[in-house]
Structure formats: C-alpha cells, structure tokens
C-alpha cells in the first residue's frame, strides 16, 4: 500500500462513483467551482484506490473529508500516512473510529454525530406547496449573512453559492424568515448537496423550510441533477422529519470534529 496524492478528476470519480451518496461533496468538489481548493490524497494498492480523503482548503479552518469504505481499518493506514503532511489544525468529517485513530497525535473536540440523507423518493416532492418559494440572488446576499447570523449562527454559507442560482426563500413582510440552499452543486457531475437550510425562530413549525427545500430539489432535479444528498446533525429531529417528508432517507452516519495538534 502507499500514499498517493490525485489529480485525475476521473480516477477520483470512478472511486467515488461507487457510493455516490456517501461521496456526494467529494463528487461535487471535482468540479471546477470547487477543485482548486482541493487536495486529494488515496491509499492505492497497485494502481487500485482502496481509500480516499479530500482537504478542502476554502474554509478559514481547513476540511478533511475521510469517510471510509470497507475494509474500513484501512482508512487507518492512510490518515496514518497522512500525519507528516496533515495541517495542526483542522475540521474533519470521519467515522468516530478515525477520530479515535487520529486522538493519538490531536486533541479533538466533537461537534456531534450526523446522518448522510439522499433523496430516494422524490415523489413525495410532489404535494407540497412550494407556491410561495422565490429564488434568492446575488442581490440578496447582505440580507442573507444578516438572516444567518440570527436564524444560523456559525452556518457555512458561502455568498458565492447564490451564482449557481439554487438559493430559495420566503419572505414575510419584505424580510427573509426562511432559506434552503445547497452546500455542493456541480451540473458537470449532476450532484448537489443542500445546505444553509433556516428558518427565523419566529417562524418555524410552519413547514416554510419544508417548501423551501422542495422548490430547491425540484429546481435541481429540473435542471440534471442526478444524487441530491445533504448532511444533518442526528438530533435535529424536527429537521429530519422535514427531509422525510419530501423523500430523503438515511444513508449513512459520520461525526464532525475539530483536530488540533498536541
């Protein structure tokens, strides 16, 4: 086995390919939007990648993206190849078994448990009323980072999200009081990934988000978008049912934790 750092975008896709819901942020990073803040590194036996991790370097504190494939003991070997080249701080998206492995070399701070979700049954897009979901722009992006910082404190949008044109929202009065947008959108790959999903604490329990996020997938699904995924902490009950509601379907757990070096 040896460490091998990737930059064919059709080696990493036909890897990923495999589990596409389990590497939708993967996928969707091979696009061009996303790929030049992108450092790939695999564990290849011959020519044959047995485990991959992407460090997405765009956010101020850098991602490690690590979710394993079986045999899963060798995700060990490669975050252990990965230690001389790995940054003294970072976020990570892994299985509680890698953070364990890496807790050797880092103190960790745990953000929580998460489910994969994938929209399996878009049928159930279908009754929702998404009448009055209007399509955010790049003219709304201050309102946005304003409506975030109260509905999403610590959220991870992006305003150069709005240019792919799969921000939705509602409005009350003028004001935006709820949003879906996506994390990951790639029409080259057909993936998207939504994100930044709020409501104003004012006025949740209505199913505004609900709307929002099924004029989005519908928009997505419109425009060629194959694997619609997203990620959601497993406590979040309420937006759980919310996804349910509209079609999507577990597909997988990881943690998210915050890596710095003893």
Not at 27 to 54: H, R, V
Not at 101 to 110: A, T
Not at 240 to 245: E, G, N, P, R, V
Request: glycine share 6%; charged share 25%; proline share 3%.
């Amino acid at each position: 086995m040896r460490l091998v750092l990737l930059h064919s975008k059709a080696e990493i896709e036909t890897f990923t390919r495999k589990n596409p819901l389990i590497h939708l942020y993967e996928i969707g990073d091979l696009d061009d939007f996303f790929w030049p803040n992108t450092i790939w590194y695999a564990l290849k036996d011959s020519d044959e990648i047995k485990q991959l991790a992407l460090l997405y370097t765009a956010q101020i504190i850098p991602v490690l993206i690590a979710h394993a494939e079986e045999p899963v003991d060798m995700m060990d070997e490669l975050l252990q190849s990965l230690l001389p080249f790995l940054l003294k701080k970072f976020y990570g998206h892994m299985s509680e078994r890698s953070a364990d492995f890496l807790s050797q070399h880092y103190e960790i701070e745990r953000h929580g448990t998460y489910l994969k979700m994938g929209l399996l049954n878009s049928s159930k897009l279908a009754p929702i009323d998404t009448s009055g979901v209007l399509q955010m722009t790049k003219s709304d992006s201050g309102e946005l980072l304003d409506f975030y910082k109260l509905s999403y404190p610590g959220n991870w949008f992006d305003p150069r999200m709005l240019e792919t044109r799969f921000y939705y929202g509602i409005r009350r009065e003028q004001s935006i009081v709820s949003v879906a947008g996506v994390h990951v959108f790639s029409k080259e790959y057909r993936v998207a990934a939504l994100g930044n999903v709020a409501t104003h604490p004012k006025f949740r329990g209505q199913g505004l988000a609900t709307a929002a996020c099924a004029r989005l997938c519908n928009s997505l699904r419109a425009g060629g978008v194959e694997e619609i995924g997203l990620n959601v902490k497993a406590d979040n009950f309420s937006a759980i049912a919310s996804y349910q509601k509209i079609g999507f379907e577990k597909v997988a757990e990881f943690g998210e934790y915050t890596f710095e070096l003893k």
